[in-house]
């Protein structure tokens, strides 16, 4: 094996993006790695990982070997029919070949494959060093960092994230001679630019941490984030409180600093009039700093700030963040003051001036029909009618309020505490008033990927009918998303409406509930087409939405739909003319659950087997893939899932039978000729019988349970019983005992899908 030194590579730069710095870290040390596995260079990583600050990337491995080992090479040469005249001499091609590899003919070896024997030429060199090979490896890597902006410096052509500045290339405790960006690589790396603004020797890969560490560079950002994290609780344990730590916050942070230091600081109580949410969304996202709560979860007038510095005292650093945040906090009392003013009301008609999208009016227009569902679905789930539909027409007043158009982040939360203080809900009792307030702030949930769904049944209400709205009018308005374009993040909310409604345990059919939200979109659509008719054709051209469809249908009757909807129990696709495009949001629903419950560990072929049927309630679509989870376990499922499958295939190959309905629902009992036949369908008998109550129930993982016990008749069934035999009626016969079989096995879900 060859000798194995520490790798280290240092890349020195201006301050990178914070953002991107953690994954143009992680690229660097990937592709390095990648580089040298490519080229067949040992590596012993330990426990290596990425090393960055805002002023460098690194890698820093603990073995590498110092060449490569010898290289083995194998070009194909001519067949021996071309190669070899008929006396057995080299033709012109063959001695072409021997040429061109450096040899004589004789030295070429011989090989074979499909079409006969050829010439080979078979050659071993030495490995290149490992020092030779890095200054490619090092350009390798960096050309696969995904740069968000790249930049020019100079009076060069390169380009990177930002200037480089310096090089450290080091194998053992010798310098590697390359060139990076006109930059030439040595020893030396960089302390901290104010705490150590001078030449930083490395005397070996061994020594790169410490050594830094010593010039007030923590180049570990584990390191950095544990000194943060130990900081700010220290800080905000000595006044009283708890520090807010959030991960993206203090990501954020430790990408800032190579040495923290921790600053606790103080702002005026009147502000903590204005709902914390806006304070902290400023002390954070702003101004990067970690806001102090009291026991109960309150915003005290205490943050603490993280200096890239070590001073003796810190107080200038303090009065700098304490100045820098008041603006920003007067901003947001003006403003929550100013909107508590105007009213929710007054914020409500302002939405009927700003457009939603071209084709299906404006926000107040979106507020109506997020309204009239939330009124349809809400006696479903034992919330009162009325209070949804109040709770849904005020759910985006606050957009037009002057807190959320400085913090759009705050959409539902100023709304939030705007309804508990509103003029217009002052007829409603205190917690009528509260459920709708929550209401509002729960119809955004979830507002982002891990997020919990909403938690009241009013919230929850309130945010499958917003949901519901979206998705049926981005399809209606032909605003599918295609790759990564999704300008109404009909993905991500379908996701949300699958979650909530699962995750809530509703018994909802999503079919009826679609289609009901389509038919508001259609008439949307229509409402806002021009009446000239070539125009008009135009408006409807490249919707999901035709426009003979949507001009037939009566804004009257659909409320009359709406106010008739009873969840499981609703009106039949067959009413609805738009309901292809149903089926089409249906699918793109259920296509979001495959990434949902794949990380929750669920097989695809378990999500397949539930996902052709296409159960209408997205509550019952999880019960099943719990259900098949657990029959997936038992010994017989792998039986019966195969012959699940033979059966499917006779049935769809049954000779004189073009689709399953020419095959007879029931077997003729007086034709069962073999014990094994009359026994399956004695089973099959038995198990309709068995499951019918727990189908009926839901009880899916009883229903298996019961379907399982049928493999050892299906079993002695496939082993002594022929189907396709030539007596018609008897063929007919062993056919319907079969679709009878099959419709019961697949009863819950395609259980053929779990056969490999």
Same mark, same amino acid.
């Given at each position: ?9 240092e890349?020195?730069?201006e301050?990178l993006?914070?953002?991107a ?7 660097f040390?990937?592709?390095v790695l990648?580089a ?5 260079v040992a ?9 960055h600050t805002p002023?460098?990337v ?10 490569q080992p010898e290289q083995?090479?194998e070009v194909l ?5 071309i190669a070899l005249?008929?006396?057995g001499?080299?033709t ?6 021997a ?5 004589d003919?004789?030295q ?8 006969g ?6 050659a071993v060199?030495p490995?290149?060093t490992t020092?030779?090979?890095?200054p490619?490896i090092?350009r390798e890597?960096?050309?696969?960092m ?10 060069h052509d390169h380009a ?9 290339m ?7 001679d390359?060139?990076?960006f006109?930059?030439?690589?040595d ?5 901290h630019r104010?705490l150590?603004?001078?030449?930083v020797w490395?005397?070996?890969p061994?020594d790169?941490?410490d050594?830094?560490?010593g010039a007030k560079?923590?180049v ?11 900081e700010v609780?220290?800080?905000a ?6 520090a807010?730590?959030?991960?993206d916050n203090?990501?954020q ?7 923290p230091?921790?600053?606790s600081c103080?702002f005026e109580e009147e502000?903590?009039?204005?709902p914390?949410e ?7 996202a702003?101004? /990067? &700093? %970690?806001? @102090?709560l009291d026991d109960?979860?309150?915003l005290?007038?205490?943050?603490? $700030?993280i200096?890239? =510095?070590?001073?003796?005292?810190d107080?200038?650093?303090?009065k700098?963040y ?7 906090f007067?901003?947001? /009392? &003006? %403003?929550f @003051?100013e909107?508590?003013k ?7 008609? $302002?939405?009927a001036? =700003? ?5 299906l009016g ?12 939330a009124e ?7 919330v009162?009618?009325a ?5 849904a027409?005020l759910?985006?007043a606050?957009?037009?309020?002057r807190l959320?158009g400085?913090?759009?982040e ?5 709304g939030?505490h705007?309804a508990m203080?509103?003029?217009s809900?002052?007829d409603?009792?205190r ?7 929550n209401a509002?702030d729960e119809s955004w949930q ?8 909403a ?5 929850k209400v309130l945010?499958?009918a ?7 009018g981005?399809f209606a308005a032909g605003?599918?998303p295609?790759g990564n ?11 949300g409406?699958a979650r909530t409604?699962i995750e809530s345990?509703?018994?909802f059919?999503i079919?009826s509930?679609?289609a009901l ?5 259609a008439?949307g ?8 008719p070539g125009?008009r054709e135009?408006?409807?051209a490249?919707?999901?939405i035709?426009?003979a469809?949507?001009d ?7 409320m009359t ?17 738009v309901s292809?495009?149903v089926?089409e949001?249906q ?6 659950l495959?990434g ?5 560990g669920v ?5 397949n087997?539930?996902a ?9 679509f ?13 010994p017989?499922a792998?039986a ?12 769809k ?5 073009a689709s399953?309905?020419e095959?007879?629902?029931?077997e003729?009992?007086?034709?069962l000729r073999?014990p094994?036949?009359s ?9 309709y ?5 727990a189908?009926a ?7 298996l349970?019961h379907?399982a ?8 069934f496939?082993d002594?019983v022929m189907?396709n035999?030539?007596e018609?009626?008897?063929r ?7 679709k ?6 697949g009863?819950?879900a395609a259980i053929?899908h779990l056969s490999t």
């Amino acid at each position: 094996m060859s000798e194995q030194r520490p790798l280290l590579i240092e890349l020195g730069t201006e301050e990178l993006p914070v953002k991107a710095l953690p994954g143009l870290a992680q690229a660097f040390f990937d592709g390095v790695l990648a580089a040298l596995d490519k080229r067949g260079v040992a590596v012993e990583r330990g426990d290596a990982k990425p090393l960055h600050t805002p002023r460098r990337v690194a890698v820093l491995l603990p073995g590498v070997a110092v060449e490569q080992p010898e290289q083995a090479s194998e070009v194909l040469g001519p067949y021996l029919n071309i190669a070899l005249d008929g006396d057995g001499q080299p033709t012109r091609a063959l001695q072409g070949f021997a040429a061109k590899a450096g040899v004589d003919w004789t030295q070429l070896g011989r090989t074979a494959d499909a079409k006969g024997e050829r010439f080979v030429h078979r050659a071993v060199t030495p490995g290149a060093t490992t020092a030779a090979l890095l200054p490619e490896i090092v350009r390798e890597a960096i050309a696969g960092m995904p740069i968000p902006k790249p930049m020019r410096w100079g009076d060069h052509d390169h380009a990177f994230a930002r200037p480089v500045l310096w090089l450290v290339m080091l194998l053992g405790k010798d310098v590697v001679d390359g060139e990076v960006f006109g930059v030439k690589s040595d020893r030396f790396s960089r302390g901290h630019r104010f705490l150590h603004d001078k030449q930083v020797w490395i005397s070996s890969p061994d020594d790169y941490i410490d050594a830094l560490r010593g010039a007030k560079v923590l180049v570990d950002a584990d390191e950095r984030r544990r000194r943060i994290v130990d900081e700010v609780n220290a800080a905000a344990k000595a006044v009283g409180g708890t520090a807010r730590i959030e991960a993206d916050n203090l990501e954020q942070v430790v990408c800032l600093n190579e040495w923290p230091k921790a600053v606790s600081c103080t702002f005026e109580e009147e502000f903590l009039a204005v709902p914390q949410e806006a304070l902290v969304a400023t002390m954070e996202a702003n101004q /990067k &700093f %970690f806001p @102090v709560l009291d026991d109960g979860g309150r915003l005290t007038a205490r943050f603490i $700030g993280i200096a890239n =510095v070590e001073p003796k005292d810190d107080s200038e650093i303090r009065k700098g963040y304490e100045r820098v945040i008041r603006p920003r906090f007067a901003d947001a /009392k &003006f %403003f929550f @003051v100013e909107d508590m003013k105007q009213g929710l009301a007054s914020m409500n008609d $302002g939405l009927a001036s =700003v457009t939603y999208q071209a084709k299906l009016g404006t926000v107040a227009d979106k507020v109506q029909r997020v309204a009239a569902l939330a009124e349809a679905i809400a006696p479903q789930v034992g919330v009162d009618a009325a209070l949804a539909k109040r709770a849904a027409l005020l759910s985006k007043a606050d957009l037009q309020s002057r807190l959320v158009g400085e913090f759009p982040e705050l959409q539902g939360i100023a709304g939030r505490h705007y309804a508990m203080q509103d003029a217009s809900l002052a007829d409603l009792s205190r917690d009528d008033r509260a459920a709708i307030a929550n209401a509002i702030d729960e119809s955004w949930q979830p507002r982002f990927a891990g997020d919990d769904i909403a938690l009241s049944p009013l919230g929850k209400v309130l945010a499958i009918a917003e949901r519901l709205d979206t998705l049926a009018g981005g399809f209606a308005a032909g605003l599918k998303p295609t790759g990564n374009k999704d300008a109404f993040a009909l993905r991500r909310n379908a996701l949300g409406l699958a979650r909530t409604i699962i995750e809530s345990g509703f018994e909802f059919d999503i079919q009826s509930l679609l289609a009901l939200a389509i038919m508001q979109s259609a008439l949307g659509v229509a409402s806002t087409a021009p009446s000239d008719p070539g125009k008009r054709e135009k408006h409807f051209a490249n919707t999901g939405i035709r426009m003979a469809e949507a001009d037939a249908l009566d804004g009257s009757w659909v409320m009359t739909k709406l106010r008739e909807h009873s969840g499981a129990q609703g009106q039949s696709l067959d009413e609805f003319s738009v309901s292809p495009l149903v089926v089409e949001l249906q699918d793109f629903i259920l296509d979001r659950l495959r990434g949902y419950y794949a990380d929750k560990g669920v097989p695809g072929a378990h999500f397949n087997a539930v996902a052709e049927l296409k159960p209408k309630s997205l509550y019952d679509f999880d019960r099943r893939i719990d259900a098949i989870g657990i029959f997936a376990q038992l010994p017989e499922a792998e039986a019966l899932a195969a012959a699940n499958k033979r059966i499917n295939n006779i049935l769809k190959k049954a000779e004189g039978a073009a689709s399953r309905e020419e095959i007879p629902a029931i077997e003729d009992k007086d034709l069962l000729r073999e014990p094994a036949e009359s026994a399956l369908a004695e089973a099959v008998e038995a198990v309709y019988a068995e499951t019918g109550q727990a189908l009926a129930k839901g009880d899916y993982v009883d229903a298996l349970a019961h379907l399982a016990r049928l493999r050892p008749q299906v079993d002695a069934f496939f082993d002594s019983v022929m189907v396709n035999v030539e007596e018609d009626n008897l063929r007919r016969n062993r056919l319907a005992l079969l679709k009878r079989l099959a419709d019961r096995l697949g009863s819950v879900a395609a259980i053929e899908h779990l056969s490999t």
